[in-house]
Structures are given as structure tokens and as C-alpha cells.
């Protein structure tokens, strides 16, 4: 059989590896850095998310950039089988709320290692602090790489980059499959931060610095259109909004977002219809009305919040509540299921999750993963451009189209 490199020791790099090896191939991984799965040890805060145990046809609803292209890959190796191969490298798993996959020592570290065992079950030959210089690429196929340091040629029947996006770059994700892509011939489309926290304008949100809100809905809005909707968890920052539900909504906005700025409505009391929360209301100023409005608001909104909600409500701090006007309650009502904030821009690279944009799909074959342009060069992963929202999808698909890659070859 033949000879296979794959750049990079990511998700996606030891998947290809251990498909490539299960396929007979001989197979040497280069990885850049001192160990491998550098940024798989600070996904899920260190837990690894490796997963989402929803139905397979599921996963695509959670890619937000070409999911279409994937059938062919998560089809071929699904998020059950991605959890059987953990499983049976002896990695035992459990599914939490989401149905979100986490190893159950909560280790992400106990991921890699039993991949690590896997690769080195199957013969592959792993090549640590070795960064690669370029491809070697003749006649319309590539021939092997050549090593940055020793600037060895290493010949090779297939290649596969798996060398990762352009987010949390400290892990070694700096590009260079895009450069690599781009010297093959290959278009690399505009790339963004994902999985990302937004910047927003208010100055009153900076208040709220720290402050986590749960069981909130968030709505992000382009003029009239709905960008996006989730029900879940958030948090205030120093120069923004993040959290799980606030990430997600980024993937969808990041493109728009560069245009023109947008709004988020956040619904601070989502299982309540506003008659019901105008009767909540009511019966709290019932109980605290000879109480100062101010006074009046702690069973329905986080203490850090009050301030903000009375500056917003337009209402006397000092006012009693049994004086709250109909028209000024409505308003409260309005700010509680609305709390609106103005978004102007995304947090960089440094802290997006993961990369939006990359080599180009049109240019993939995605039955194979196999460049179109080059054969014998192949790409998996976060290269690509495919994202999805968080919850395992986005790893589900670097485990998906690294085993493909690596099934793939000649």
C-alpha cells in the first residue's frame, strides 16, 4: 500500500492518520508542536466536547457554512461511530444535557491519549516538534513535503493537510494550510473568527461585567430579519456579550456583522408571555408596595441588573411602587422581554473557537476529501471552510472528514 503524511496532530490529522492506517497505508504524522491535540486540550474548558450523541441526520442543522458537502464524510463516519472508536480505544464517554459527548473522567486529555494508543496500535509513525516548510508538488500531483527544519524532502503517495483554522493560534493553528492551499492553486475564501464573543456599543452593558444569565432567549436582528434565535445561557463582559447562546449566534452573524452593525434582544424571561409577566409584575408590586420602586425589583431580576433595568425603565428609583403608572410598567415589561443591545463587531482570532472561510469546497471532492486541483493532496477539518454552532459539531466534523481523508487515499 502507500506512503501517507498528514500535517498537523489535531482532531482532524489523528482521525486521517488512523483511517489512512486502518486502510493499510504506512503512515508518518507531522505535528508542529510538542505534543499532539494542543487545542483539543482547552475544548469544552478543558472536558473536550468530543460529540453530539443527536440523530446523524441532525449534525447538518448544526452546520452553519456548507453542510451539504459533509454527507458524504459524517455519513461514512458518524458521531456513534466517532464514540465507539473512543469507547473501544478506552475512552469511556457520557452524554449530558444537549446530548453533548464528554469523556467521563472530564479530561480532555484522556481524548488524545486514547487516540494516541490508536494511532500507535496501527503502526503510524508520529513525528512531534516537526513543522512542515511546503508541499512538493509535480505535475498536477503531490509528491511528499519538505520539513522546515532539516528541509529533508519526504516523498509520499498521498498528503493530508490537517493543519486547522486561524482561531486560538498559541495551539499552533497559524494558517498554514491556507499557504500551502494557496501555492496548490487552491482559492481560500474570507476568513473570520467564529464561536466568538461580540463587541456591542451600550456603555450601560459594561456594568454588567461578569453577571451569567440562564433559561434566557436571544434574538440577533439585520434591520427586520432574524439572524438568529436560541434559548440558553450568557454572560456580560467588559466588552460585550458571550456564552454559549451569544457564540453560536456569532457563526451567523460574523458575515453581515462586517456590513452593518446589528441587534441582539435578549429575553430575560422566555417561559412567560407578556400578560403573564405583567401579571408577575403586578402581584410583586402588590407585595412591596408601600416599598421605593428600586426597592421593589430583587425576585425578578439579578441584583447587577437592577440598576441598569430602572436606568433603562425611565422610572423614579425613589418612586413608590403603588405610583408606578401603567405606561411606565409596560415599559419595564417591554426592557424585560427585550433587553436590547447594539452589536458592532466580534472579539478576533485569539479568542474565536473556531475559523469561518477556508480552502474552498468547490474544490474538494467530497466524496474523498481529495483536491480537485491536485491529486494525492487532500484536506481535513478546520482547513475547510466548514463551521457549525457549539455542542461537538464542529470536532464531529474534523473526525469526520480526517477519516474520510484517510480512507481516501491511494
Not at 101 to 130: C, Q, T, Y
Not at 199 to 228: H, M, P
Amino acid at each position: 500500500m502507500g506512503k501517507v503524511v498528514v500535517i498537523g496532530g489535531g482532531a482532524a490529522g489523528m482521525a486521517a492518520a488512523i483511517g489512512a492506517a486502518q486502510s493499510g497505508h504506512s503512515v508518518t504524522l507531522y505535528e508542529k508542536n510538542e505534543k499532539l491535540g494542543k487545542k483539543i486540550y482547552i475544548t469544552g474548558k478543558g472536558r473536550c466536547n468530543v460529540t453530539n450523541a443527536c440523530d446523524t441526520e441532525e449534525l447538518f442543522g448544526n452546520v452553519v457554512t456548507n453542510g451539504k458537502f459533509l454527507y458524504s464524510a459524517i455519513y461514512g463516519f458518524t458521531n456513534f461511530d466517532m464514540m465507539d472508536l473512543m469507547e473501544e480505544s478506552g475512552c469511556h464517554l457520557k452524554t449530558e444535557r444537549g446530548n453533548r459527548v464528554f469523556p467521563v473522567s472530564d479530561k480532555a486529555s484522556d481524548v488524545i491519549f486514547a487516540l494516541e494508543r490508536k494511532m500507535k496500535s496501527l503502526g503510524v509513525e508520529i513525528r512531534l516538534n516537526e513543522p512542515v516548510k511546503e508541499l512538493i508538488v509535480e505535475d498536477g500531483a503531490c509528491r511528499g513535503v519538505v520539513l522546515e527544519k532539516s528541509k529533508r524532502k519526504v516523498a509520499a503517495d498521498s498528503v493530508i493537510i490537517a493543519t486547522g483554522g486561524f482561531s486560538y493560534q498559541t495551539t499552533g493553528s497559524t494558517g498554514d494550510g491556507y499557504e500551502f492551499a494557496k501555492a496548490a492553486g487552491h482559492t481560500v475564501t474570507e476568513l473570520s473568527p467564529a464561536l466568538v464573543p461580540f463587541i456591542c456599543a451600550e456603555e450601560d452593558v459594561r456594568a454588567l461585567q461578569g453577571l451569567s444569565l440562564r433559561n434566557i432567549a436571544v434574538t440577533v436582528y439585520n434591520g427586520k430579519k432574524v439572524l438568529w434565535k436560541e434559548f440558553g445561557e450568557m454572560l456580560f463582559t467588559h466588552f460585550g456579550v458571550s456564552g454559549p447562546v451569544v457564540l453560536s449566534a456569532s457563526s451567523y452573524a460574523a458575515k453581515t456583522l462586517k456590513k452593518n452593525p446589528l441587534v441582539m434582544d435578549i429575553d430575560l424571561k422566555p417561559a412567560l408571555s407578556r400578560e403573564q409577566l405583567d401579571a408577575r409584575i403586578l402581584r410583586d408590586f402588590d407585595e412591596a408596595k408601600n416599598k421605593q420602586f428600586k426597592n421593589a425589583l430583587n425576585q425578578l431580576y439579578p441584583a447587577k441588573m437592577i440598576p441598569v433595568i430602572i436606568a433603562r425603565s425611565g422610572i423614579n428609583p425613589e418612586k413608590q411602587v403603588n405610583e408606578v403608572t401603567a405606561v411606565e410598567r409596560e415599559r419595564l415589561l417591554s426592557i424585560t422581554k427585550a433587553f436590547r443591545v447594539t452589536l458592532t463587531g466580534l472579539r478576533g482570532f485569539s479568542e474565536a473557537i473556531v475559523t469561518q472561510g477556508g480552502v474552498s469546497v468547490k474544490e474538494v471532492n467530497p466524496s474523498t476529501m481529495e483536491s480537485k486541483k491536485v491529486s494525492g493532496m487532500y484536506f481535513a477539518g478546520e482547513v475547510l471552510d466548514l463551521d457549525a454552532v457549539t455542542g461537538g459539531f464542529n470536532l464531529q466534523i474534523a473526525w469526520s472528514t480526517g477519516m474520510l481523508a484517510g480512507r481516501s487515499c491511494q
